[in-house]
T-cell receptor, first 114, second 115 residues
Framework: QKEVEQNSGPLSVPEGAIASLNCTYS??????FFWYRQYSGKSPELIMF????GDKEDGRFTAQLNKASQYVSLLIRDSQPSDSATYLC??????????????FGKGTTLSVSS | DAGVIQSPRHEVTEMGQEVTLRCKPI?????LFWYRQTMMRGLELLIY????????DSGMPEDRFSAKMPNASFSTLKIQPSEPRDSAVYFC?????????????FGPGTRLTVL
């Protein structure tokens, strides 16, 4: 069973705080992991991806990966009201012998209050 | 670059009617993915193609759903007959390939309402 689990939220943080979003996945063989942001009524847009254990930083965003624990997280530093959106964790999984595709979690809704 | 193009953006139809959703991927993207998004089930993978060949259609919910990719620049997702439970946002996404680090880029989606 190919599953990606996220807390649905909402996660509420004040402006300037750190928001922490978490994700677990079922396929131990998965190698690449993606975070997408989706504003209401819009399509998902890529924030960043990670494939090595440890941390990867991009501006205010840090992705963390622990393959042994099958756990991915996204930290947003200095949260802004414009960060209010649904954050989707996606894992690239082999769906059959012929190919791989992104399997998405249901997303965590983040609300940043000013 | 125009990005992934989907049409129509909104579709309202009555139960039993045939619905055809269209997608034009970014030039050079050899893989194309169809997803469906609902509040209850989130973003579900329906089917994907690589070099116009269907790779995995195990996510297609029923035989009422079918998808084609006749060439590298066009794909369709057809529902016949449509039912109210098919109401959702349908996204098309493209990627350079189906390798592990190939990022998917989403189109704007088609919001389907079946009455």
């Amino acid at each position: 069973q190919k599953e990606v689990e996220q807390n649905s939220g909402p996660l509420s943080v004040p402006e300037g705080a750190i928001a922490s979003l978490n994700c677990t996945y079922s396929d131990r063989g998965s190698q690449s992991f993606f975070w997408y942001r989706q504003y209401s009524g819009k399509s998902p847009e890529l924030i960043m991806f990670i494939y090595s254990n440890g941390d990867k930083e991009d501006g205010r965003f840090t992705a963390q990966l622990n393959k042994a624990s099958q756990y991915v997280s996204l930290l947003i530093r200095d949260s802004q009201p414009s960060d209010s959106a649904t954050y989707l964790c996606a894992v690239n999984m082999r769906t059959n012998q012929a190919g791989t595709a992104l399997i998405f979690g249901k997303g965590t809704t983040l609300s940043v209050s000013s | 670059d125009a990005g992934v193009i989907q049409s129509p953006r909104h579709e309202v139809t009555e139960m039993g009617q045939e619905v055809t959703l269209r997608c034009k991927p970014i030039s050079g993207h050899n893989s194309l993915f169809w997803y469906r998004q609902t509040m209850m089930r989130g973003l579900e993978l329906l089917i994907y193609f690589n070099n116009n060949v269907p790779i995995d259609d195990s996510g297609m919910p029923e035989d009422r759903f079918s998808a084609k990719m006749p060439n590298a620049s066009f794909s369709t997702l057809k529902i016949q007959p449509s039912e109210p439970r098919d109401s959702a946002v349908y996204f098309c996404a493209g990627a350079i390939g189906t390798r592990l680090l190939d990022t998917q880029y989403f189109g704007p989606g088609t919001r389907l309402t079946v009455l």
